[in-house]
Nanobody, 123 residues
Framework: QVQLVESGGGLVQAGGSLRLSCVGS????????MGWFRQAPGKEREFVAA????????RYEDAVKGRFTISRDNAKNTVYLQMNSLAPEDTAAYYC????????????????WGQGTQVTVSS
C-alpha cells in the first residue's frame, strides 16, 4: 500500500514563500515519478509540477514556471515543492501524487494521492 503525506502549507502574504513536502511510504519510492497538483474551491484539480524518478527531469505548468521548483530526496522518500513569489491566485489545496508514467499532466496519469495541504496567499 502506497501512502503519501503532504505538509508545509499555511497562510502567507503575497510575495512570500513556502516549501511543501511529500513523504512517501515504501522502499520503491525512488523508482516513482511524482507530481504536484492543486485545486481551488469550485475548480478542477490542475497540474503544477512533476519530477522524474531520478530527479533529473522536471515539468511545470506555465503559470508557476520561474516561481516554483520541484525536487526530491530519494534517501528520505520525499518530494518538495518550493514556492516563491506567491500570489493570491496560488491559493488552493496542494496534492502530491505518484505518476503511472513520466510526463503525465492530468490526474488520470496518477494513481496514489496524498490528503492535501492548504496554501492560502493573502493580498
Amino acid at each position: 500500500q502506497v501512502q503519501l503525506v503532504e505538509s508545509g502549507g499555511g497562510l502567507v502574504q503575497a510575495g512570500g514563500s513556502l516549501r511543501l513536502s511529500c513523504v512517501g511510504s515504501g522502499r520503491t519510492f525512488g523508482s516513482w515519478a511524482m507530481g504536484w497538483f492543486r485545486q481551488a474551491p469550485g475548480k478542477e484539480r490542475e497540474f503544477v509540477a512533476a519530477i522524474s524518478w531520478t530527479g533529473v527531469s522536471t515539468r511545470y505548468e506555465d503559470a508557476v514556471k520561474g516561481r516554483f521548483t520541484i525536487s526530491r530526496d530519494n534517501a528520505k522518500n520525499t518530494v518538495y515543492l518550493q514556492m516563491n513569489s506567491l500570489a493570491p491566485e496560488d491559493t488552493a489545496a496542494y496534492y502530491c501524487a505518484r505518476a503511472t508514467y513520466w510526463g503525465a499532466t492530468t490526474p488520470r496519469g496518477y494513481d496514489y494521492w496524498g490528503q492535501g495541504t492548504q496554501v492560502t496567499v493573502s493580498s
